[in-house]
């Protein structure tokens, strides 16, 4: 799993550098909105999930005002806007990996569209709902810095009632797993602890990976990364083994 834990760092290293231009702020205002609304109300102290994004959305310099108005919008007390939705589409990358992509958004035509673009470009097709999800669990996943001793991180993270605890390599995170209503008491568990948390947040972890040549492994990856990209996409999975020589071509092939 040190290749996934690469990628989530990839991941986080572009959203921090995103967010200093404002480019995820229309993103993660409108996960706030989402998790409003399905997650019980605007109050944090009762809305893990509102939580969760607070923590994300202020970790990225998102200014407090529009913090508010995701809020007043998800609650229904501002109605400015379009509906906004929550989506997940299953599709397959090149060499049929399975991918599931989360989206939020407020144009359904607009993001199948521009998903279904991304996926044909890079020889992948839109699947029907159900063909991929069943490989994939929903879990919550901890990312720690490397740097904390494993030891101390696995006893904690039990006792706190997680899953799975996967070691980091170098400076990959190291990886805490739990059944997705426990993610936020493991999390804060782990914080009482004074443990350093650099992320929290619910995935999809498929159930077997795939293992492809490097070439087309580096292709899968680019695809993911374009599917990133878009404005309504929040977050993409896959069932692809990411190896640290598929990583480091991938860093190589984008740098």
């Not at 199948?112 to 879990?139: C, D, E, T, Y």
């Not at 001793?149 to 990886?175: N, P, R, S, W």
């Not at 739990?178 to 004074?194: F, G, I, R, W, Y």
């Amino acid at each position: 799993m040190s290749g996934h834990s690469h990628w989530q760092t990839i991941r986080r290293k572009k959203e921090a550098n995103d967010a200093k231009r404002g480019a995820v702020f229309t993103k993660v205002a409108r996960e706030i909105v989402i998790a409003v609304r399905e997650g019980g109300g605007g109050d944090p102290d009762s809305n893990i999930r509102l939580r969760m994004m607070l923590e994300k959305a202020r970790t990225m310099g998102m200014p407090r005002d529009n913090i508010d108005r995701a809020i007043r919008r998800g609650t229904g007390d501002d109605k400015d806007g379009a509906e906004i939705t929550e989506i997940t589409y299953e599709g397959y990358g090149p060499n049929g990996v399975a991918i599931m992509i989360d989206v939020v958004t407020d144009n359904r035509n607009r993001a199948i569209a521009a998903v279904r673009h991304a996926l044909s470009r890079s020889g992948g097709s839109i699947a029907s709902p159900g063909a991929v999800a069943w490989q994939f669990n929903r879990k919550g996943a901890i990312h720690v810095p490397a740097d904390v001793d494993f030891d101390t991180l696995f006893e904690a993270a039990v006792e706190a009632g997680a899953e799975d605890v996967v070691q980091g390599e170098d400076e990959d995170d190291h990886i805490v797993y739990t059944d997705p209503t426990d993610l936020h008491a493991v999390s804060s568990h782990l914080k009482e602890m004074n443990i350093a948390v650099d992320d929290a947040n619910l995935v999809l972890v498929p159930q077997n990976e795939v293992a492809l040549d490097e070439k087309t492994a580096v292709q899968v990856l680019k695809l993911i990364s374009a599917l990133e990209e878009l404005d309504d996409v929040t977050q993409v999975f896959s069932n692809l083994e990411m190896s640290d020589e598929v990583m480091s071509a991938f860093e190589a092939a984008m740098a």
